[in-house]
Nanobody
């Protein structure tokens, strides 16, 4: 059974940093063959793509470029999201997503709250 378990969320002051982790297990195929993405959903808003990692290629939402970095450790079946210079508008539940062709999996989410 596939599981994606996010961790690392919490309360941080504006300008602070957090590093999210998403540990994957139960994949049929090698972790390295999955596109891994981070999404977020703020209260009252739609879920949005934050960052993605497909092979050696990464992409970011314009709102987080230069502040967030996605990385992956294929040996540990884990993807990370380093978040720096956090703003109040980054407050949301952050979800990990894994996709391979037409099959996609979601984690349960981790809350990130940016507030003084």
């Amino acid at each position: 059974q596939v599981q994606l378990v996010e961790s690392g969320g919490g309360l941080v002051q504006p300008g602070g940093s957090l590093k999210l982790s998403c540990a994957a297990s139960g994949f049929t195929f090698s972790f390295s063959t999955y596109a891994m993405r981070w999404y977020r959903q703020a209260p009252g808003k739609e879920r949005e793509l934050v960052a993605g990692s497909v092979g050696a290629i990464t992409n970011y939402a314009d709102s987080v470029k230069g502040r967030f970095t996605i990385s992956r450790d294929n040996a540990k079946n884990t993807v990370y999201l380093q978040m720096n210079s956090l703003k109040a508008e980054d407050t949301a539940v952050y979800y990990c997503n894994a996709r391979r062709y037409y099959i996609a999996y979601w984690g349960q989410g981790t809350q990130v709250t940016v507030s003084s």
